[in-house]
């Protein structure tokens, strides 16, 4: 399974982006898809993480200012930043949760990063 992550870019605070992820490859099911970032010298984290059942998980940083949404017949997720801060600047990873055949162990798929930069 692949994952193909765009949409990152250099923008001023206050600014918004979109952030795009596509999968290909062989996919049973994907239980989760969402975004998790690295700033350097930092460990990564959770942004935000979507939920086959429906839940959904933000980091309290970004909780009213980002917003994830999926597309489960492409197998796509999007991440809306909106007022963004220098403090959102870092390397976001698009990550998804997936079974390639029925009765795999869901594992993490990883996207290559896209940078994001954010300027006050």
């Known amino acids: 399974v692949q994952l193909q992550a765009s949409g990152g870019g250099l923008v001023q605070a206050g600014e918004s982006l979109r952030l795009s992820c596509a999968t290909s490859?062989?996919?049973?099911?994907?239980?989760?898809m969402g975004w998790f970032r690295q700033a350097p010298g930092k460990q990564r984290e959770l942004v935000a993480r979507?939920?086959?059942?429906?839940?959904?998980d933000y980091a309290d940083s970004v909780k009213g200012r980002f917003t994830i949404s999926r597309d489960n017949a492409k197998n796509t997720v999007d991440l809306q930043m909106n007022s963004l801060k220098p403090e959102d600047t870092a390397v976001y990873f698009c990550?998804?949760?997936?079974?390639?055949?029925?009765?795999?162990?869901?594992?993490?798929?990883w996207g290559q990063g896209t940078q994001v930069t954010v300027s006050s």
């Open positions: 979507l939920f086959s059942g429906g839940r959904t």
């Open positions: 990550n998804a949760l997936v079974r390639r055949v029925v009765g795999e162990v869901p594992y993490d798929s």
């Open positions: 490859g062989s996919i049973f099911s994907i239980n989760a």
